[in-house]
């Protein structure tokens, strides 16, 4: 599974998301949408920070701990 934040650069949330992929052992990579408008516009992405699982946006904006949790259980990412 590839599970990517996509975020801006001076995106604030970002340092918090990352955090807690990291405490569920989740493995992702940061895309800035500096650097992949690309990506921003394919998949319709406005706001900042995002969670993209195998190239589809799951979350726009910061989700809740439980809204992670849930992907991690549903998605096996964590595994």
Do not use: K
């Not at 934040?5 to 949330?13: K, N």
């Not at 589809?56 to 992670?68: D, F, K």
């Amino acid at each position: 599974m590839n599970v990517q934040v996509v975020c801006t650069r001076s995106c604030s949330h970002r340092p918090n998301l990352e955090r807690e992929l990291q405490d569920l052992g989740v493995p992702y990579e940061v895309v800035f949408i500096e650097e992949a408008p690309e990506l921003a516009e394919r998949l319709g992405i406005r706001h900042s920070p995002n969670i993209v699982v195998d190239g589809r946006l799951m979350y726009s904006g910061q989700p809740t701990e439980s809204e992670l949790r849930r992907l991690v259980a549903e998605s096996g990412a964590g595994s």
